[in-house]
């Protein structure tokens, strides 16, 4: 008899109901059936078995949504703490500045986002190219790399702060002498470079100008002609 899903009656009279579902069974599904695990493992899920996990995990992952960190016994993640930060106060240009600052700030940061100073520029913002060069009371530092908190009570000077009103710094003057620029973005860590290098009296030839200023970097390859201004500046050539 193979009719399925309906009531027959047996010559017993007795009344049997067919199950659509197959009946449960101890042997194994044929090779090949679908209730058999493609590598035909003993501990593989069976169809049933697999439906009611999923059922109950996708109420658990429903109920992870809805009722939240209630459902893991976790508590909600704690509102994001302020970084901590400081005040410091310094000098740039002659101006005395004190500001509230998260402690992570770097120096170049610091003149130009809370200073409002963008003469200085980022450029690879890791201490390879010396476009962030400045002044720290009187010594040349890349500012991308100098933790602003640090300097309390220091004396900055940027890019803004060589000209004397109107008059250009000699150097600031050499480089448009010299056409020593092209696209710019180095060059006011270029100057600042220079001043530096100038007063630490490393001029005495171009290739020890070259060496003392092999930290600031020109894509535009201008090489030549900085050294020349920086020798304008320092020798009056
Ligand atoms: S931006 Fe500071 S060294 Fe490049
Ligand atoms: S002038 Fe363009 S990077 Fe130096």
Do not use: W
Not at 82 to 109: F, I, M, Q
Not at 149 to 169: M, N, P, Q, S
Not at 183 to 192: A, D, E, F, N, R
Not at 198 to 208: A, R
């Amino acid at each position: 008899m193979t009719v399925v899903g309906t009531t027959i009656r047996l010559p017993s009279t007795e009344r049997v109901v067919m199950s659509t579902e197959p009946p449960e069974s101890t042997v194994s599904p044929p090779e090949g059936s679908p209730e058999q695990s493609p590598e035909g493992s003993a501990s593989a899920p069976s169809r049933r078995t697999f439906i009611a996990t999923t059922a109950v995990g996708g109420a658990v992952v429903a109920g992870g949504l809805v009722a939240g960190p209630s459902v893991f016994g976790a508590e909600p993640a704690e509102a994001a703490e302020a970084p901590p930060g400081s005040r410091v106060s310094l000098t740039v240009n002659g101006k005395r500045h004190t500001v509230t600052v998260d402690n992570r700030t770097s120096l170049l940061d610091l003149l130009r986002e809370h200073l409002n100073l963008t003469g200085s520029k980022k450029g690879c913002n890791a201490g390879a190219c010396g476009a962030c060069t400045v002044l720290v009371d009187g010594r040349r530092v890349n500012s991308c790399l100098t933790l602003a908190v640090r300097l309390d009570g220091a004396e900055v000077t940027t890019i803004e702060g060589l000209a004397k009103g109107e008059r250009l710094h000699p150097l600031q003057q050499a480089f448009i002498d010299q056409d020593a620029f092209q696209c710019g973005y180095c060059t006011s860590g270029q100057i600042m470079s220079g001043v530096g290098c100038i007063d630490e009296g490393h001029t005495g030839s171009p290739e020890e100008i070259r060496e003392f200023m092999s930290g600031n970097l020109c894509r535009c390859g201008c090489y030549v002609k900085i050294v020349r201004a920086v020798e304008q500046t320092a020798h009056g050539k």
